[in-house]
């Protein structure tokens, strides 16, 4: 079982930064890939960002790329998305996800494992 704990949410101006973070407990860590996606109210969830197990390959959606950087720590159990030039269609919650593989993947059901969420806003 791996338990995602997201952080680092808020409400921030547009041109803004925020840097998410997600703590993972469970011994896989370092093996699964690890994602992030979010969710706009009433819309569905999409893909943000994922890395693989090694913290060497990294894809993004083409809303943020440029943007919005992933970065994971092994040592820590801990993935990052650093996000800068915030835009108010950035405002949604997001989500960390545990990949069922190594590699990432913009599908989540890739994924096996979420946290519950941080809300990201950002006013114009």
């Known amino acids: 079982q791996v338990q995602l704990v997201e952080s680092g949410g808020g409400l921030v101006q547009a041109g803004g930064s925020l840097n998410l973070s997600c703590a993972a407990s469970g011994s896989t860590f370092s093996d699964s890939a690890m994602g992030w996606f979010r969710q706009a109210p009433g819309k569905d969830r999409d893909f943000v960002a994922a890395?693989?197990?090694?913290?060497?390959?990294?894809i993004y959606a083409d809303s943020v790329q440029g943007r919005f950087t992933i970065s994971r720590d092994n040592a820590k159990n801990t993935v990052y998305l650093q996000m800068n030039g915030l835009k108010p269609e950035d405002t949604a919650v997001y989500y960390c996800a545990a990949g069922k593989f190594r590699y990432g993947s913009i599908w989540d059901y890739s994924y096996n494992y979420w946290g519950q969420g941080t809300q990201v806003t950002v006013s114009s």
């Open positions: 890395i693989g197990w090694s913290g060497s390959n990294s």
